[in-house]
């Protein structure tokens, strides 16, 4: 175990501020304009898989008890890239309609780049801050989510996600055999159903309508609303065609993840609507340390449903033994996912010698593949 004292040094916390180098990236692409607007995704997906095999796993883990006063310049990271992604963003929709030098294409492919940031950065750190306890931190989460129109993304992950996952009620978790182009279109609804379901409900139990002020959904409609008013000002009517693509890309980013997370792991039904806790082999993980400074230890997942509000240095790496590892880091199995018989080849597999190894008392899963199971009570 790494100790708290040598956790919380600089030269530990700078890996994960590689993040910060995509914005110059896409700046220098945006002014260098042609095939060079490629660059960003090429960094983020095969940049970071060939440093995966430079830099190999990291199987170390820091010390839990670390304080956040000793997080310090973990937390600045995820506090500080809101700003710059939200003046990269609209700064990028002025210079594109403002200026002749990008062709149509070239701006097409510079706001897929601009996505593929605000979804694998942008919604990562959102993720982070919104399940911290601090309500600045929690306001940037919002802040970062209305920069992709996917606000009600906080809702579904706090009070659905985490609570159903791994059983019928949760959108996210991918089915056995469900390809991505399949699963995508099914969670763009049901993650906005379920979500204003769960807010609807909790203001029930106040004996509230859903259309009391206090439903976030307020603030995420007036928040969205406002990013889309000002990439209207900043670029007009191509600059809010522009934003919309963007935000799209990254929804598809983000939704890819979710994918990869949880496909095929189910928790046992027990019985009358009843399901098993949720434990670390309920979530794929990957040691991989390159694309884990990428994704701030995202691919530690299984720690992150155990311990929610555990910041991003502190989420403790599972075995083989303990938890489901992918062959590779989210970069490679994101775009395996794209090609559906390549994942299932892939995939597939292992999650046959998954559910051996903690189910074998379960002979037929074909309720389990379909997500029949008793919704959870």
């Given amino acids: 175990m790494i100790p708290a004292e040598q956790v919380a040094k600089l030269s530990n916390a700078l890996p994960f501020w590689l993040s910060m180098l995509l914005i110059p990236i896409i700046w220098i692409t945006a002014g260098l304009g042609g095939w060079w607007v490629a660059l960003v995704p090429l960094t983020t997906w095969y940049l970071f898989a060939g440093l995966d095999s430079l830099f190999g796993l990291n199987l170390e883990n820091a010390d ?19 700003i710059a992604q939200f ?58 989510l209305a920069m992709v129109l996917y606000s009600h993304f906080r809702s579904e992950h706090l009070l659905v996600h985490h609570r159903y996952v791994g059983t019928p009620r949760d959108p996210v978790t991918a ?6 182009h399949r699963f995508f279109p099914r969670v763009l609804i049901g993650c906005f159903k379920s979500a204003f379901r769960a807010e ?30 000002l990439a209207l000002i900043v670029g007009g009517w191509i600059g809010l065609l522009l934003f919309i693509w963007q ?7 983000l939704e890819l993840v979710n994918y990869v997370e949880h496909y095929g792991l189910t928790r ?6 009843k399901y098993e806790h949720v434990k670390p082999h309920h979530s794929w993980n990957a040691a991989h340390k390159a694309s884990n400074w990428l994704l701030i230890n995202l691919q530690r997942h299984s720690d992150h449903h155990y311990k929610p509000d555990r910041r991003f240095p502190l989420l403790q790496n599972y075995t083989d033994a303990e938890a489901p590892q992918l062959p590779y ?43 029949k199971n008793p919704m959870p009570r």
């Fill in 87 to 144: 003046f990269t963003l609209f700064g990028l929709i002025w210079f594109a309609t403002h200026t002749d030098h990008l062709s149509v294409a070239a701006t097409i492919g510079l706001f897929f780049g601009m996505g593929v940031i605000s979804g694998t950065i942008g919604i990562n750190y959102s993720h982070e801050l919104m399940h911290q306890k601090n309500n600045t931190e929690r306001w940037m989460a919002d802040i970062l």
């Fill in 247 to 253: 935000a799209y890309i990254a929804i598809w980013q």
């Fill in 268 to 273: 046992k039904h027990l019985g009358d609507g």
């Fill in 200 to 229: 609807k409900a909790m203001l029930e139990r106040k004996n509230l309508p859903w259309t009391d002020l206090s439903n976030p959904f307020f603030r995420y409609w007036a928040l969205q609303g406002a990013m889309l008013l």
């Fill in 175 to 180: 089915r056995y055999n469900e390809g991505f």
């Fill in 329 to 371: 880091g989210y970069p490679v199995m994101t775009i395996a996912a794209m090609i559906p018989p390549l994942w299932k080849k892939v995939m597939n597999p292992r999650v046959r010698k998954w559910r051996g190894m903690y189910y074998p008392e379960i002979t037929n899963w074909h309720a389990y593949n379909k997500a």
């Fill in 64 to 82: 839990p008890e670390t304080s956040d006063e000793q997080l310090q310049f973990y937390s600045m990271l995820t506090k500080v890239w809101p």
